[in-house]
């Protein structure tokens, strides 16, 4: 089964130095058909204005994934952490028995385009932890680069989660195709540009729920950046 869900049919809040489109329920905006897909519980695709951001705030129990599109995100946090994280990067911090950190936009100038995700982990109470790491273009043109995945299976960073999230650039001739082991199913997220997956044509901020099917396909894209997550 293939459920389409569109950009437009995202939740949408904007604070004036914060633009976020919301692919699952969020804060003020609710839908009980959009709590999550198996464990991957948010997508939030941000803007927020040069110097501006989230004051330092807390999570628990919560592995939080932030992939820049455009500009510099910059992140600190209570276990001494301190990066500004640019397109290519990708950051991963465990929430566990809980942490305190804060983002901003470090730019006078550009505002900083990022997607914020939330992937429930498999055990509550871990300890916090951090990574980050980088992934150049090269290694998603045309293919799909793993780029969180369990522990030993050679993800750039760790998550506490039977969870695998692929990045890839498609354009032109370039195609991918991703196996889905029986029981496993996918979340295809369109990042920017335009591209055909299984058949569907999809634009920026288009999203598909891909069930019961044994591969997702990767074709026709137009400039387009492609989040693949593999999810039990």
């Known amino acids: ?128 932890s951090y990574e980050q790491a980088r992934v150049e273009s090269e290694a998603k043109r045309g293919k799909l680069a793993l780029l969180a995945a369990p522990a030993g299976e050679g993800g750039a960073v760790v998550v506490h989660q039977d969870a695998r999230l692929y990045a890839g650039l498609f354009d032109g001739a370039e195609s991918a195709v991703h196996l889905l082991a029986p029981g496993r199913r996918a979340y295809v997220h369109v990042a920017r540009g335009g591209v055909r997956v299984n058949d569907a044509s999809l634009n920026a901020g288009d999203a598909l729920r891909i069930e019961g099917e044994p591969a997702v396909r990767i074709e026709q894209g137009k400039a387009a950046e492609v989040l693949v997550f593999d999810l039990p």
């Open 1 to 128: 089964m293939i459920t389409l869900r569109s950009a437009g049919d995202r939740g949408h809040a904007n604070h004036g130095w914060l633009d976020s489109h919301h692919s699952f329920s969020f804060a003020d905006y609710y839908d009980p058909a959009q709590m999550g897909f198996g464990p991957l519980r948010v997508i939030n695709e941000d803007r927020v204005q040069p110097g501006m951001g989230f004051g330092t705030h807390g999570h628990r129990d919560m592995e939080i994934i932030s992939y820049v599109l455009e500009g510099q995100l910059s992140h600190q946090d209570n276990m001494g952490n301190g990066s500004i994280i640019t397109p290519g990067d990708v950051q991963r911090m465990s929430a566990g028995r809980g942490v305190q950190h804060s983002e901003f936009n470090p730019s006078k100038t550009d505002d900083v385009h990022f997607l914020q995700i939330w992937i429930e982990p498999a055990q509550r109470g871990i300890p916090a």
